[in-house]
DNA sequence: CAATTATTAAACACAGTGTATATTATTCTA
DNA sequence: TAGAATAATATACACTGTGTTTAATAATTG
């Protein structure tokens, strides 16, 4: 489609992309400056500001790919019944983590990449409010909480786990991951401590120890 | 106690994190530089160097103070019975943050104190960790997972749900936020989406609409 | 009051940033 | 494949902010 990008341009941005990646892996955001990205590059320094503004320019255009590809699989995998949506969205959000763990070790490790940690949150909630409305005009709930809130519940939870998981360096694969959080999420902890939860009278049946 | 420590320093510490607080949440963290710190505090720029290494020792020497205070005020709240305690801690937490909600807005917009973010968020797991092992021990309950992930779950979704809360200017109030709270993290988001929860054969009553 | 300790301004070397320029190298395209 | 267009480069420059040192001054302590 747009090959018209000069050769020259896609090399360096290339290159600059994973020396930022590197070096910030290696010594944190905030030790790593723009000479070094373009010495790790094997570029000139004046090259990098002929692309992009600063050190957050560069890594923000960076990340943005890996959540543009995030996104567009998620639309891909968009079906009509949302019971499938939730369950493949959770799945893929596992996988993709998995898939690009280094970058989103960046993403969660703060520094530098804050908006874009927000960006993929705020994006989840609002994928999940969707799924929300519709499931519940589909079953004629009359919502007890503005959907807004289990909404984020539900991204912050997710996005929690999945930083967790990276952290410990993924000992769990990401499909039990993934079914370990639709566990806890749709299900609630409540089941973990033998109680009924409070506020509503729910009853939950208790594995018993034999 | 320790009143050994001469005014001067007293009074200049205090004057700096006065400072850096109004002004991080004036133009954000980096930003900020050490000498409009001081000039802030009305000080001389060396005096800074006098008692911090730099801009981040100040700020985490702050948060600090904060975090301290809701760990003395968690463990001052236990009692015997883990049902009140993880009731109690919950409220605790939303009541803190609305107290401090300043510094909990630094924390949480990313930049410099990420590492105070983190030991916060390790705090809350290893304290539901406690709770979750208690409870389970007293209900004879086998556990299904290791404690550790139902303790990481709950601290990231009770610290996404105190940030939403905050971004948002706190348009609930805090012990409306906790009830709300409970209720998704111990019974789950099931219930907003009129399903049973996948995975495991867990029978819910859901509210009909009428 | 005298001794101690804190604050201060000033000067310094330094690291990193972002821009501008003239030259060289690569690529596009006709 | 030659010529036009564009990109990369080295170098130099001004600038901002950092962190340290020094010697003089001020406040606190006992």
């Known amino acids: 489609m747009e090959d018209k990008v000069d050769r020259r341009v896609q090399r360096t941005r290339q290159l600059l992309s994973e020396a930022i990646q590197a070096l910030i892996l290696e010594q944190g955001y905030d030790a790593t400056t723009v000479l ?11 090259t990098f500001y002929l692309h992009y503004k600063d050190k957050e320019d560069l890594l923000l255009s960076t990340l943005e790919g ?3 590809d995030l996104v567009r699989r998620l639309e ?8 499938l949506i939730s369950q493949g969205a959770i799945d893929l959000a596992f996988e993709h983590a998995a898939e ?10 703060g520094h530098g990449a804050w908006s874009i940690s927000k960006r993929i949150r705020d994006y989840i909630a609002s994928y999940a409010h969707k799924v929300i409305e519709k499931a519940q005009a589909e079953a004629g709930i009359v919502p007890r909480l503005p959907a807004e809130v289990p909404a984020n519940y539900i991204a912050a939870s997710l996005l929690g786990m999945i930083a967790w998981w990276l952290e410990r360096d ?8 993934a079914e370990t959080f639709r566990l806890l999420n749709f299900q609630g ?16 049946q208790e594995d018993q120890a034999n």
Chains 1, 2 share one sequence.
């Open 100 to 109: 690009h763990a280094d970058l989103y070790r960046i993403i969660f490790s």
């Open 76 to 83: 891909a995998s968009s079906s009509k019944n949302w019971r």
């Open 189 to 204: 902890t409540a089941q973990f401590l033998g109680i009924e939860a409070p506020g509503e009278q729910l009853l939950l």
């Open 66 to 68: 890996v959540f543009d």
């Open 36 to 46: 070094e990205i373009t010495e790790r590059a094997n570029l000139g320094r004046a």
């Open 170 to 177: 993924m000992p769990i694969p990401a499909e039990e991951m």
